[in-house]
């Protein structure tokens, strides 16, 4: 079955220090990938997206993801955390079918940024 | 930034209210889609829409209703409201049928049911 997997539930990072999100799908194909982050109270924003072409993609806000597809990942990753990253972070796919395209989330990673 | 809107922002309703929460979007999208968020769980879909006239059920069973009868309006019906419809609801809209499926999301309508 297509899945996402994010294998962690929450991230604790000092301020100024490296990021890296985790981000697996299950798919036979290589479907459209997406991160997405949810302040709280706030409905989620894209963050940055990859369709093809070169595999490390630029985003908003200073992060970057990279397509690896020997392991089905995409990683998310920021060189330099700022508190105002602190937000829950989704990754998520959309797999075309017969009857258009279908997005999966994964649960989400949680970060948590000390001071 | 997305122009989608959803309103209430947050409801607390008794068991057994009717309730509607509605979701607008101006971008002029094709496809709108209603998720179920409970705190740190993935985002769950219930409904979606091609267009007007058109709806259809997600990957969760939800007591929910929808309608589509503009293009920018998708509302959420819940008849009777129970406790177990406790949980955030967001609204998002992306374009038809280019493939890139980028969704704009609303920020949400967080709803108790006591």
Known sequence: AQSVTQPDIHITVSEGASLELRCNYSYGATPYLFWYVQSPGQGLQLLLKYFSGDTLVQGIKGFEAEFKRSQSSFNLRKPSVHWSDAAEYFCAVALGNTGGFKTIFGAGTRLFVKA | ?114
Not at chain 2, 67 to 81: Q, V
């Open chain 2, 1 to 114: 930034e997305a122009d989608i809107y959803q309103t209430p922002r947050y409801l607390v309703i008794g068991t057994g209210k009717k309730i509607t929460l509605e979701c607008s979007q101006t971008m002029g999208h094709d496809k709108m889609y209603w998720y179920q968020q409970d705190p740190g769980m993935e985002l769950h879909l219930i409904h979606y829409s091609y267009g007007v006239n058109s709806t259809e059920k997600g990957d969760l069973s939800s007591e929910s209703t929808v309608s589509r009868i503009r293009t920018e309006h998708f509302p959420l019906t819940l008849e009777s409201a129970r406790p177990s419809h406790t949980s955030q609801y967001l609204c998002a809209s992306s374009i038809d049928g280019t493939g890139e499926e980028t969704q704009y999301f609303g920020p949400g309508t967080r709803l108790l049911v006591l």
